[in-house]
């Protein structure tokens, strides 16, 4: 089955960076776009960044663009996320998700998350 | 403030019926395919409905999902403890050119 696993969350100061990872398996990884969503603590679903199948497309929230970079290893069958300039408005949790391959955004299967906590 | 409106928070009783609504505009709703998650508690988000009213596999029927216009919904009828969660509608937005979600509602089964 479909397995999603979200790694690389921390705590770090403002400014700072991290890299989170999400190591997948059970589909063929190559063949999917992929998605990053963070959900701050007691709030909502917030859309991060998209990368297509084949690594050609990249999508940014406004709120990271500049900041963040989305890649794949097809190799390894993992997707990352660079996070640099770190703020206290990027804490939450980091989800990783499947697109469903569809024409617009379907998030079919997602990880469990990885907690990132930046402080002032 | 998200993008798609939703109630905060909803309450029924078991094996009753609730529908949760989610507004957008022109630019969202009423232009591309609505998708539903839910979230148990401590728990990630997963796919509940997808283009309007389709279920994934595995997805109890007692769900459904329903668009007009500008607005949708998702309906869960027999409701029992276990659909106690938060719910949240996302569709694409083309002014914004990125997916966007609603602000979530809180099912309570009293």
């Known amino acids: 089955q479909v397995q999603l696993e979200e790694s690389g969350g921390g705590a770090v100061q403002s400014g700072k960076s991290l890299n989170l990872s999400c190591a997948a398996a059970g589909f063929a990884f190559k063949n999917f776009g992929m998605h990053w969503v963070r959900q701050a603590p007691g709030k909502g679903l917030e859309w991060v960044a998209f990368?297509?199948?084949?690594?050609?497309?990249?999508n940014y929230a406004d709120s990271v663009k500049g900041r963040f970079a989305i890649s794949r290893d097809t190799s390894r069958a993992s997707l990352h996320l660079q996070m640099n300039s770190l703020k206290p408005d990027d804490t939450g949790v980091y989800y990783c998700?499947?697109?469903?391959?569809?024409?617009?955004?379907?998030?079919?299967?997602w990880g469990r998350g990885t907690l990132v906590t930046v402080s002032s | 403030q998200s993008v798609l409106t939703q109630p905060p928070s909803v309450s029924e009783a078991p094996r009753q019926r609730v529908t949760i609504s989610c507004y957008g505009t022109s630019s969202n709703v009423g232009t591309n395919a609505v998708n539903w998650y839910q979230q148990l508690p401590g728990k990630p988000p997963r796919l509940l409905i997808y283009?309007?009213?389709l279920l994934p596999s595995g997805v109890s029927d007692r769900f459904s999902g329903s668009k007009s216009g500008t607005s949708a919904s998702l309906a869960i009828s027999g409701l029992q403890s276990e659909d106690e969660a938060d719910y949240y509608c996302?569709?694409?937005?083309?002014?914004?050119?990125?997916?966007?979600f609603g602000g979530g509602t809180k099912l309570t089964v009293l």
């Open positions: 283009y309007d009213d």
């Open positions: 990368m297509s199948s084949d690594g050609n497309k990249q």
């Open positions: 998700a499947r697109d469903l391959g569809s024409i617009r955004p379907i998030l079919e299967y």
């Open positions: 996302a569709t694409w937005d083309e002014t914004l050119n990125a997916p966007v």
